[in-house]
């Protein structure tokens, strides 16, 4: 009996030896990454190589590919407007037309400049919450910061945590749902620069009555990626606000609910806002749902 008795013991130590590089890895690994990760400024476009593929001019990159396409609607329009007198249907004036393709025309080429904007007023009002939380509480509303709170709260000594109790099983649960979360946020990342990467095109939809339909799904689609982050500042917001007590089981379950909404806040922003999602199995039913909506 004394025999296994020390076994299990000697078992459940290597496994709370395992668990506890798994989990000082996440911690050191992840969470000094999560905060450039999720609260996004106009440093995301600053790549060189992103700016090459974008289009330094008209004449390069997508860019190039767009004011093609633009000529291309123009020789289109021109075709159906000659064949109208034939078929006698109805077309767009053609005052009206060149109106619409050179305003267009030009805000696509002025493509980079617009979401660049788009992105500096959003974070804007992303870092103003973070900032009314710093006058608050006195410290960054910042993952990292949220995080050297949590390990003050579950860990009873310094490198010291049993994962079969239940402070291990809540850090257990709140590490994994850091790294889901670093997950998600990188495949926003990813989307957020797609999306700026096709903006000429969602742009020059606009020119045309038949395409337009496409730039609404775009900039929702857009606007609500951004506005993640928002969310997520609010969230932090009211987690640093919560009274969490390392002897208080209520408060920590409030920690663990906090993150679960985190996890979640993909899809409360689109029940609002609509838009796509960053799990990778539900994001082309999304924008197949966005665009049938709109035919």
Same mark, same amino acid.
């Given at each position: @009996?004394?025999?296994?008795?020390? +076994?299990? &013991?000697?078992?459940?130590? +290597?496994?709370?030896?395992?668990? #506890?590089?798994? +989990?000082?890895?996440?911690?050191?690994?992840?969470?000094?990454?999560?905060?450039?990760?999720?609260?996004?400024?106009?440093?995301?476009?600053?790549?060189?190589?992103?700016?090459?593929? $974008?289009?330094?001019? =008209?004449?390069?990159?997508?860019?190039?590919?767009?004011?093609?396409?633009?000529?291309?609607?123009?020789?289109?329009?021109?075709? /159906?407007?000659?064949?109208?007198? #034939?078929?006698?249907?109805?077309?767009?004036?053609?005052?009206?037309?060149?109106?619409?393709?050179?305003?267009?025309?030009?805000?696509?080429?002025?493509?980079?400049?617009?979401?660049?904007?788009?992105?500096?007023?959003?974070?804007?009002?992303?870092?103003?919450?973070?900032?009314?939380?710093?006058?608050? #509480?006195?410290?960054?509303?910042? $993952?990292? &910061?949220?995080?050297?709170?949590?390990?003050?709260?579950?860990?009873?000594?310094?490198?010291?945590?049993?994962? #079969?109790?239940?402070?291990?099983?809540?850090?257990?649960?709140?590490?994994?749902?850091? *790294?889901?979360?670093?997950?998600?946020?990188?495949?926003?990342?990813?989307?957020?620069?797609?999306?700026?990467?096709?903006?000429?095109?969602?742009?020059?939809?606009?020119?045309? /009555?038949?395409?337009?339909? *496409?730039? /609404?799904?775009? $900039?929702?689609?857009? @606007?609500?990626?951004?506005?993640?982050?928002?969310?997520?500042?609010?969230?932090?917001?009211?987690?640093? =606000?919560?009274?969490?007590?390392?002897?208080?089981?209520? =408060?920590?379950?409030?920690?663990?609910?906090?993150?679960?909404?985190?996890? /979640?806040?993909?899809?409360?922003?689109?029940?609002?806002?609509?838009? +796509?999602?960053?799990?990778?199995?539900?994001?082309?039913?999304?924008?197949?749902?966005?665009?049938?909506?709109?035919?």
């Amino acid at each position: @009996m004394f025999d296994y008795l020390n +076994i299990a &013991n000697i078992v459940m130590n +290597i496994l709370n030896f395992l668990f #506890f590089n798994i +989990i000082s890895s996440i911690d050191y690994s992840i969470y000094s990454s999560l905060d450039k990760i999720v609260f996004i400024d106009n440093s995301i476009l600053n790549s060189p190589y992103f700016e090459k593929i $974008f289009g330094t001019s =008209s004449t390069s990159g997508i860019l190039l590919i767009a004011n093609a396409l633009l000529i291309g609607f123009v020789l289109f329009y021109t075709i /159906k407007l000659l064949l109208s007198n #034939f078929a006698v249907t109805q077309v767009e004036h053609p005052l009206s037309f060149l109106f619409r393709i050179i305003f267009f025309g030009i805000c696509m080429n002025c493509s980079f400049f617009i979401c660049e904007q788009i992105i500096n007023l959003n974070s804007a009002l992303c870092f103003s919450i973070k900032d009314v939380g710093k006058d608050i #509480f006195s410290t960054d509303i910042c $993952f990292a &910061n949220l995080v050297n709170s949590l390990n003050i709260i579950i860990y009873s000594e310094q490198n010291s945590l049993n994962f #079969f109790s239940i402070d291990g099983i809540i850090k257990s649960l709140i590490s994994f749902g850091f *790294f889901n979360l670093f997950f998600s946020y990188s495949v926003r990342y990813i989307l957020i620069k797609i999306f700026i990467l096709i903006s000429p095109f969602a742009i020059l939809s606009l020119s045309t /009555k038949s395409s337009s339909n *496409f730039c /609404k799904i775009w $900039f929702k689609c857009f @606007m609500s990626l951004l506005f993640i982050q928002d969310f997520v500042a609010i969230t932090l917001l009211l987690m640093f =606000s919560l009274p969490f007590k390392s002897n208080d089981l209520i =408060s920590k379950f409030l920690f663990v609910a906090c993150i679960y909404v985190l996890t /979640k806040s993909n899809s409360y922003v689109r029940e609002f806002l609509g838009g +796509i999602s960053t799990e990778v199995q539900n994001s082309f039913n999304t924008f197949k749902t966005n665009f049938n909506s709109y035919r």
